[in-house]
């Protein structure tokens, strides 16, 4: 009894020593929607993942790289418990990825308590951009409110006066919606929040926005996935679309373009990246995607790629001693790495600092739809909620 | 103008409410008759769609793909029956949901793997594309006067083949007394395929209908399975009558409250405060009613007859 109390004693010694001593591989694990109506975006990040790790031959500095993948089912209780997974089963070294706001705002604690770097691919709610910012999290897409304020930015110096506002009612559609309010000047004479992610039709709405006086001149909303294929086609049919013209974040994008074909054509929207950007590291990224996958990758895609090399910096800036958090953290920080989205660098609190690009939904000659970058809306914009409320340095 | 407006949001709500029906439809009746719990039935609605897609993409026609999907959609229903369900009449409702909430999983990913992760495109034709000035001052879309008239249609028809033909009062029959049925020598078990069969298409013609309207995609039956089960709770299990009433009843509620709650609110609340509650309300009514129905009325109110 008491041999067995010494080896146990001892093993719990051995195991508390081991994250010591040097690492021999850097684990990720990877958060992403793999099943159920958003499994598209998903794969579009998991194969840039992939993509990103044949351009780093499979090593980070000197480290061969393990990828972990999890499914979070578009589900925030289930993205909490793959996350508590991969930091408590898998022991991964970093976890990456999350397409949805609701999803990562529920996961982030297990692996921020695990002191464990959390590299956001997609999601940027404003809680972990402002009074909950934490150390442990970075960001290589945007924060929510940046990409609405640059519509609302666009759409004042378009000298539109009169906006009806669609959003759906979740973290990341409340987002949206406070971004563009922020930056938008004219008149919102209208605003609904629609249930999510269940609301599937519009009608009711669109006779709403019809109805409406004075007329709004233009419609603002906010559909990301699914919900986005079955707005801009009931759009469309409702006669909408000619009459009163449809902006967008989030809603047009190469995972949901072909199902929405014709309807989709020349909608305009704001990004922080396109397959267009003239980059040397966008410029390889996207033609040997296209090449090894055969379709055309969207910012998922784009931002899933700016993930792991930002992390594969890093890894190599601290010498493949990744055990060393706070030196990690400095390299992840100084964003040394050639990005896809072009100059980045980080806020206070982690999120890019970035251009945002206003980009028009056109048909290519051999009948592909894809997005154009038509012009530039802000140049290295900083996200609203850093410097006021975040107090990390 | 806000008569108008009325008159359009009704329109909606109709559209609404015929394509609840052609989901509850045949879940009712299997429900009824069959006493079986068929939770795969949002999978058939998902199958029409699919086919129509497919289909569209092989043949470039529309209004073929769609002819083509309804027998496809059967196909797969009677395959459904004779494979899974007929081992499940007997059992407890309890193995029934078990092993039809198993069929979901498996058709998401069975058409997870035919149609691949993005959603399918299915567009109208241009004949189809248009909108209609029946109201003055705001178009509608063509295509939701067709859904309306061939979900009109659909229900006249059910309504015919219940009430004037030999295999509608054999529905009826299995509907009020099933035991009693089989006794007096009908092959029962046929009916069931048939009426399976039927319930199976009227699900697929839902599908089909849908899927210009909606994003095709693994999974997309589910929410109008759990509204087409409200829609039979309030109508009464096994009544056709019941359905179509309750899915009119549904559809017109769930669209006036969309389109008035917010403004209705509006009036002892502040705007903003109201704009944000109207919506979550709007959507919580058709529960409500459920729930108030359930209360008061246990049966729905049309139930079937000699219960």
Request: no cysteine; proline share 4%.
């Given at each position: 009894m008491k041999a067995r109390t010494i080896a146990l004693a001892a093993a719990f010694a051995l195991s508390a020593a081991l994250p010591a001593l040097a690492a021999d591989k850097v684990k990720i694990g990877y958060v992403t929607t793999l099943s159920k109506g958003p499994a598209a975006i998903g794969k579009q990040m998991q194969d840039a993942v992939e993509l990103a790790l044949d351009h780093l031959g499979k090593k980070m500095g000197g480290l061969p790289v393990e990828i972990v993948y999890a499914d979070d089912e578009f589900d925030p209780e289930i993205g909490k418990l793959r996350s508590e997974e991969l930091v408590k089963k898998d022991k991964v070294d970093f976890v990456s990825g999350f397409i949805w706001s609701n999803v990562l705002l529920q996961a982030r604690q297990p692996i921020f308590k695990a002191n464990t770097f959390l590299i956001g691919s997609n999601a940027g709610p404003h809680e972990l951009a402002g009074k909950e910012c934490s150390p442990w999290f970075f960001s290589t897409s945007w924060q929510n409110d940046q990409m609405p304020e640059a519509m609302g930015k666009y759409m004042t110096d378009a000298g539109i006066k009169r906006v009806y506002v669609l959003s759906p009612n979740y973290p990341a559609g409340r987002d949206m919606v406070a971004g563009f309010k922020r930056y938008y000047?004219?008149?919102?004479?209208g605003e609904i929040l629609t249930p999510w992610?269940?609301?599937?039709?519009w009608s009711a709405e669109f006779a709403k926005i019809r109805a409406t006086e004075p007329k709004p001149e233009a419609v603002f909303v906010f559909y990301p996935g699914g919900a986005g294929i079955n707005f801009v086609k009931q759009y469309a049919q409702a006669g909408l679309k000619d009459t009163i013209p449809l902006y967008n974040v989030f809603t047009t994008d190469s995972t949901t373009l072909k199902a929405q074909g014709d309807a989709a054509l020349g909608l305009l929207s704001t990004m922080?990246?396109?397959?267009?950007?003239?980059n040397d590291a966008n410029k390889r990224f996207v033609a040997d995607f296209k090449k090894k996958y055969g379709y055309i990758p969207s910012f998922y895609a784009a931002q899933a790629y700016d993930s792991i090399m930002l992390i594969a910096s890093a890894v190599k800036a601290v010498n493949d001693k990744i055990e060393d958090k706070d030196a990690v953290r400095k390299a992840l920080k100084a964003s040394d790495f050639a990005s896809v989205r072009g100059q980045v660098k980080f806020n206070n609190n982690h999120y890019p600092i970035e251009n945002f690009y206003i980009q028009e939904v056109v048909k290519d000659a051999d009948g592909t739809y894809d997005t154009r970058i038509k012009?530039?809306?802000?140049?290295?914009h900083a996200d609203s909620y850093g410097a006021k409320e975040c107090k990390m340095k | 103008m806000t008569a108008l407006l009325l008159i359009e949001q009704t329109l909606n709500g109709l559209q609404l409410g015929v394509m609840l029906f052609l989901m509850s439809a045949g879940l009712t009746l299997v429900f009824g008759i069959m006493n079986l719990i068929n939770l795969a039935h949002g999978s058939l609605f998902m199958v029409g769609a699919y086919c129509a897609a497919l289909f569209l993409e092989w043949t470039g026609s529309f209004v073929l793909a769609a002819l083509l999907a309804l027998p496809a959609t059967l196909l797969v229903g009677l395959i459904i029956e004779i494979v899974v369900l007929r081992t499940l009449y007997e059992r407890d409702h309890l193995d029934q949901v078990l092993a039809t909430s198993g069929l979901i999983l498996f058709f998401n990913e069975a058409l997870h793997l035919v149609g691949g992760a993005e959603a399918l495109y299915l567009d109208l034709p241009p004949f189809l594309k248009g909108q209609v000035k029946i109201i003055p001052g705001s178009p509608y879309p063509l295509y939701r006067l067709v859904v309306i008239a061939v979900g009109l249609a659909v229900a006249l028809g059910l309504y015919l083949l219940v009430t004037r033909t030999r295999t509608g009062m054999l529905i009826r029959a299995g509907a009020s007394n099933r035991t009693m049925l089989s006794a007096l020598g009908v092959n029962v078990r046929l009916l069931f395929t048939a009426v399976f069969g039927l319930g199976a298409m009227l699900a697929g013609l839902g599908g089909v209908m849908a899927g210009p309207i909606v994003s095709v995609q693994s999974g997309m039956g589910e929410n109008v399975l759990i509204l087409a089960f409200v829609v039979i709770v309030i109508g009464g299990i096994g009544s056709i009558r019941g359905a179509f009433i309750a899915a009119l009843l549904i559809g017109l509620i769930d669209t006036m409250g969309r389109a008035f709650m917010a403004d209705l609110m509006g009036l002892v609340m502040s705007h903003t405060a109201a704009q944000t509650a109207g919506p979550t309300i709007a959507s919580m009514l058709i529960y409500l009613l459920m729930a108030g129905v359930l209360f008061f009325r246990p049966q729905g109110l049309f139930p079937p007859r000699g219960r």
């Open positions: 000047k004219g008149e919102i004479v992610p269940q609301h599937a039709d922080s990246w396109g397959a267009d950007l003239q012009g530039t809306v802000f140049l290295a | -």
